[in-house]
């Protein structure tokens, strides 16, 4: 008779969930799978496409050649200095600059994953100022002659680059060529300019059709820089070191600007360090946009997951309460099928999802799985009305779930609240049961 008691009863369950941890650890391992599956599909397509893009703003490199005195130690206390000469850089910053981008994206496919890539059509203008050319030049120590100054661009993946771009300097147009000339700067291309032109401000103009995916990230190394970017994407991510000062995001898609300044960026820094091979900073200045769904079906349903043994409790606790406070008997095989089929709920989702969308899949799991729990408790207990009203409370839970998912911002709060007003209502449920009573009516003993 012992074990029929309420303890023995609770002890069974208890295991009944610990058991249904196996299963719901599985799913979360195939939705991470899912995952690893199309991180690789994204990064197949970026392969064959083209990756993230990173521009820098047009620098001009003014190489020269500089003689120093290196002392050489010839032992016993002797030293001679020797004469020789280096080529050093000036790398110069333009005084203002702005760039206009206009983004369209598209999906690209791999097998059922896809994700967004673009076409960027990039128009810059700006100007470099004589008098800061000027001023580098007479701070020269050793100088012995000036090398072919080149208008450099910065671009992380040069497959980006359509059509052959063409610089406007002055009124002239000049062609670039492949590579940044300067190696520290990474990937890029670099326009030769005549010695002559810098003598007097230069204006200049810049258009370059560039494609990428995932992200666009912009570097402003400029004194002032303002920047505009106009895409058809609908749910932007903006990424960086500086957020845009305004923006607007509509289901057209979205626009921003940017206006940054040497002070904020610390560009003249850079430029320092860049000139001596130290060009690691260059990170610390970028600000973009990034074309990735910030959550996506395979975050939204690990989330979910996370609130799976607390729907399968609340269920087994309505079991319980059920058996206490009815005649009815439900045999531990009840408990885990019911769990069995909360707990299929997430692999349905996962799959349902991955091919019509998370909104979609969701209603349809819950549809499934509410339907199957009233037909076989409708069984169970010979009582529709009472099957009933417990499908109905599981898809409610389902339902608040959704807003949870939904919110990301109260998401936290959302939930700590469903498991307070869950566990509120329980206690209230329960707070004039005699529980010592129960346990020995379900023993069979006679109450005292």
Not at 44 to 66: K, V
Not at 103 to 109: D, E, H, I, P, Y
Not at 349 to 376: D, P, R
């Amino acid at each position: 008779m012992f074990r029929n008691t309420l303890f023995i009863k609770c002890v069974t369950i208890a295991t009944l969930i610990l058991l249904l941890l196996i299963p719901l650890t599985m799913i979360r391992g195939i939705v991470f799978e899912r995952n690893e599956y199309r991180e690789s599909a994204v990064w197949d397509i970026a392969d064959s496409w083209t990756g993230a893009q990173t521009l820098f703003a047009p620098l001009i490199r003014l190489p020269y050649e500089q003689r120093y005195t290196e002392t050489l130690n010839k032992g016993r206390g002797e030293s001679v200095n020797l004469e020789k000469t280096r080529t050093a850089y000036y790398l110069i910053l333009a005084h203002e600059f702005e760039i206009d981008t206009k983004v369209a994206t598209q999906l690209r496919k791999r097998g059922i994953y896809s994700t967004p890539v673009y076409d960027a059509q990039v128009n810059m203008s700006g100007e470099f100022l004589a008098r800061d050319i000027a001023r580098l030049k007479a701070s020269t120590k050793g100088f012995v002659r000036w090398g072919t100054p080149n208008l450099i661009l910065g671009v992380a993946d040069l497959r980006g680059i359509g059509a052959k771009p063409s610089l406007d300097l002055q009124g002239q147009t000049y062609a670039f060529e492949p590579g940044t000339s300067y190696a520290k700067l990474g990937n890029g291309i670099h326009a030769p300019l005549p010695e002559a032109a810098l003598s007097r401000d230069l204006p200049f103009t810049l258009s370059l059709t560039l494609r990428g995916s995932q992200q666009l990230h912009l570097i402003p190394t400029a004194a002032d820089a303002r920047i505009h970017m106009q895409s058809d994407w609908q749910h932007p991510k903006f990424v960086g070191r500086f957020l845009p000062g305004t923006r607007s995001i509509t289901d057209e898609g979205f626009t921003a600007e940017w206006s940054v300044s040497a002070f904020s960026t610390g560009a003249n820094d850079f430029v320092l360090a860049c000139q001596t091979g130290n060009c690691s900073g260059r990170n610390a200045m970028s600000l973009g946009v990034s074309f990735i769904e910030t959550v996506d079906v395979y975050t939204q349903t690990d989330r979910a997951t996370k609130y799976a043994i607390l729907f399968i409790l609340l269920t087994f606790v309505a079991f319980l309460l059920t058996e206490t406070l009815t005649d009815r008997r439900l045999h531990p095989v009840h408990y885990l099928l019911v769990g069995a089929a909360l707990s299929i709920f997430y692999l349905l989702l996962i799959s349902l999802a991955e091919h019509t969308g998370f909104a979609m899949a969701y209603c349809s799991a819950t549809a499934a799985c509410t339907a199957l729990i009233w037909f076989y408790l409708k069984g169970v207990f010979g009582d529709t009305r009472l099957a009933a009203i417990y499908a109905g409370a599981i898809a409610a839970l389902y339902a608040t779930l959704y807003m949870i998912l939904r919110s990301e911002d109260f998401a936290l709060l959302m939930g700590s609240l469903l498991l307070f007003g869950a566990l509120a209502l329980i206690m209230l449920s329960t707070r004039r049961l005699d529980w010592h009573r129960i346990s020995m009516r379900l023993s069979g003993r006679p109450p005292s």
